[in-house]
């Protein structure tokens, strides 16, 4: 290249990034966060997942002379993050404790001989004075903080090893630091400014709004029934997350939806003997279209960008558990679902767990608030992710058109009377029984538990026939949420009326109800449609369909080759794109978005065979 060339090439930073990574522009806040790190600021940045938070180090790594030294908490996060940079021709390593010692050393002398361009370190490896030493040595261009919040206590993933990287801001003060992470509550965000002495460093926030994502809730009735459907309608061929309670059920879960859909589905939960959890995570990432059923053990340290949906069979523990696990699906920004079923007895359960735990109250009570949150968020009749987006103190002035409230409005009814009979029949059953005995004593059901305590002789016995079973458990539901019956702990179960129920019975005060949209697959081929108007794969022609599925094989194949996962070679949007434009030669192949020079060499002809071949037919 002339020496003109170079110097017309105005901007550093947007050259590395079309050239090294493909891409052609930065994405949101990313272009002033990477200029200001290049310029040596200190930078605490709160991002959504999938926002594109590793570009913000990665960048500035590659313009600044020297290494990046890059702590992150997960060795399987490292790996990833380090197999891709590679893909993309940049000269990158980790350490931590899966490398051994000799595979360690060789990375050691390689920093020592100036040879990395970045250093994937895990936060206790990297205060140990032997490193600590090997570093003054090196040229540091700078340090990146990778899932800060693990600093606070007050978030679920503490390490405490993350509490010693205040030594960075002594021992390096020229060296500038750049602190990301998804979790953005204000208390979490104080914490790692102060743990981690980012004091003066720039705050840089994003919308934490994941656009792509369509938020679904749907009222409990056969729940795997329900699963199988969605998955069958909306992605019978993609990678997704089924999230359990409990062990048990992930087990049983996984063994059915497999036997149902002829398809590959993978348990994992904390219960499983570490080296077969381990091979099904790998599955997982380095497959094509595996479903994982899942506790929550699982997702931390999963950046697979394809992941198209996570369903939530159980309700999670709150809207921040909620978001945190929705957001692993469509990191590449390509649309998902976030999927949930939830009914009377999700809450019930909840309640109970709570209540009986032995947390002092005023934990108790925070965790009561964020329940009714979740409760809140599951009943809404308004845009569901105007509700989420609020909860953490965001405002979306317009309902997104993107959820199951914005397809199909839910309907509010006057329900004051139906919330009159289902009071006044736990009230007149001695406060103590669950949904299930209620909705018999109102339908006039005469079953041997409504015999053996004379409930038929009650006035409220058989006096709301007018519902099916399924109506008036969508009645309860919104009780409980509403906070107009409460789960009496002490009784197993037992819904007891609150203080706020005796305005309803005794007539003062009206109740509106939201009407469960019918069951069935009307809403299921709508979004279908919405998710084809969206440009996902689904869009695609007959012919583009078998090319896009070529390519993925082809991919497929190249990954297993160099046992890395299929996205770090090419992204799905990638991909997607190649179907599109449908590139003949190298030149045009180049000019995709996630296509940089490296990639050209690597794979150009790989895949413009694949794309010659179906041109031709
Ligand atoms: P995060 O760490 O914030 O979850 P990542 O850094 O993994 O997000 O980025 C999410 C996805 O977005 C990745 O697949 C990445 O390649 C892609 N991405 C990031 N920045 C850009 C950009 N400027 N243009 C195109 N794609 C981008
Ligand atoms: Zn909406």
Redesign the pocket.
Known sequence: MSQALLFAEQDPAVDV?RRV?G?????GP?AEIVDHVIRGGDALVL??????????YQVPALVRPGMAVVVSPLIALMRDQVDALRQLGVSAAYLNSSLDWREAQEVERQIAAGALDLVYVAPERLVTPRFLELLARTEVCLFAL?EAHCVSQWGHDFRPEYLQLSILAERFPEVPRIA?T?TADNQTRADIVQRLRLQDAEVFISSFDRPNITYRVVPKREPKRQLLEFIQTNHPEDAGIVYCLSRAKVEDTAEWLARETGREVLPYHAGLEPGLREANQDRFTKGEGVIVCATVAFGMGI?K?NVRFVAHLDLPKSLEAYYQETGRAG???LPATAWMTYGVQDVVTLRQMLEQSEAPEEIKRVERAKLEALVGYCECAACRRQVLLNYFGETLAEPCGNCDTCFEPVETFDGTVLAQKALSAAYRTGQRFGAGHLIDVLRGSATEKVGKFGHDKLKTFGCGTELSKQEWQAVFRQLIASGLLEVDHESYGGLRLTPGAVAVVKGGQSVRLRRDPAAGTKKSLREARARRDSGAPAALSEADDRLWHALKARRLELAKAQGVPP?VIF?D?TLLEMVREKPRDAGHFAGL??VGSRKVERYGDAFLAVIRAHVQH
């Open positions: 990034l990574f891409y052609p522009q930065f994405r990313q991002m959504p997942t999938g926002g594109g938070k590793s570009l913000c990778d990301l998804a950046d960008p990191r590449d920004g996205y992204h949007s978005p996630g």
